[in-house]
């Protein structure tokens, strides 16, 4: 990671909006705190996947879990959940599932003579989608607009999804049978991608005899509600991002669509959520600006899903992730004190 050093502290000009107040930082961090501390009592060894689960949230974006079976991608999605006092849905994916659903469906009363609509399994502010990837592209489509446009339509009737809306969604590798892979147009809906991993020994040990017994998660009780994470979420938004950070992260972007190894770069879209989260990360270390160490940090978890590596990638096993990180190696940091044009 290249060292910036405190030459990104930045020196608002009198036609930039206004910052968030810098004592809203402290206590953004110590809400942020205790969230984390429930999750990490659920899930043991694993502070960096907790982080990134913790910025998505802070950046309005949406988070995919992916690795093998029985790793705690589940248990994470509902320890984060559990630990805000708001409504959550689970929806478990199937192949037989289908789009009404998720998204829900008119029904005819015959006592009013008219059809009443019942909400499907997005209708909360914290939807678990377990194992996305077992149902049928038709069905994972009908989260499309959900999670862009936070509305649904149904018999042409929009519902708008109440702030905070926060899809966190598993699914196992495609290689595991019964898998379905995602479109591409929801991967690039998800803000970030995370793995879990296995864990080391110690946490593992750890895990028996803290799950030995009973599941953590009977336990958890919330450590905030989703008022207060709105009001972080609007914290986040005040985090100041100079002229030369947003020029990075277009570098960074667009040295995707330049690669030979990859046949689609990241999109607009993956620029702003990138930006977005480079907010968040910044704000839980009690910064209100954003440093270009903080956009280096998220380029593999927010970039590396939406692509797709070029056939001679694939022949050299090398993956988006290792793309991606080549990437930000050579990608040069710009001046931080040159004016924008």
């Known amino acids: 990671m290249v060292s910036t050093g405190p030459t990104f ?8 909006p206004r910052w968030a107040p810098a004592a809203d930082f402290p206590y953004l961090a110590q809400t942020a705190g205790r969230v984390r501390d429930a999750v990490q009592r659920v899930i043991e060894g694993k502070p960096d996947v907790v982080r990134t689960a913790l910025t998505v949230l802070l950046a309005e974006g949406h988070l995919l879990i992916e690795d093998v079976p029985g790793v705690g991608k589940t248990m994470l999605a509902k320890a984060l959940a559990r630990s805000i006092d708001c409504s959550v849905r689970r929806v478990q994916f199937t192949p037989d599932l289908l789009p009404s659903d998720v998204t829900g469906v008119s029904v005819y009363n015959q006592e009013t003579h008219d059809f009443e609509f019942r909400p499907g399994g997005i209708f909360a502010n914290i939807v678990v989608g377990d194992e996305i990837n077992r149902a049928s592209p038709k069905t994972q489509s009908a ?7 936070r509305q649904v339509t149904v018999d042409g009737t929009t519902y708008h999804l109440e702030a905070p809306f926060m899809v966190i969604a598993t699914q196992n590798p495609i290689e595991m049978e019964g898998t379905y892979p995602l479109p591409e147009a929801q991967r690039d809906r998800f803000m970030a991608r995370v793995s879990m991993g296995y864990p080391s020994p110690q946490a593992e040990l750890e895990m ?3 799950h030995g017994a009973a599941s953590p998660l009977d336990d958890l009780e919330p450590v905030t509600d989703a008022r207060e994470v709105a009001k972080l979420v609007d914290i986040v938004q005040g985090v100041y991002v100079s002229p030369a950070v947003k020029e990075y992260a277009i570098a960074l972007v667009t040295a995707t669509r330049n690669s030979p190894d990859l046949r689609l770069g990241a999109s607009p879209r993956a620029t702003l959520h990138l930006v977005r989260a480079a907010r968040a990360a910044a704000a ?10 903080d956009l280096q940090a998220l380029a593999v978890p ?3 899903h939406r692509l797709l590596p070029a056939a001679e990638a694939q022949i050299a096993r090398r993956s988006a992730e290792q793309v991606v990180t080549d990437l930000v190696r050579t990608v040069p940091v710009p001046d931080p004190h040159r004016r924008s044009r």
Do not use: G, I, Q, S
Request: aromatic letters at 4%.
């Open 302 to 304: 927010v970039l590396a």
């Open 208 to 210: 028996l005899d803290a």
């Open 9 to 16: 502290e930045p020196t608002r000009r009198p036609e930039e």
């Open 143 to 149: 989260l499309l607009e959900c999670m862009e446009e």
């Open 284 to 293: 839980l270390d009690d910064r209100e600006y954003v440093l270009p160490d």
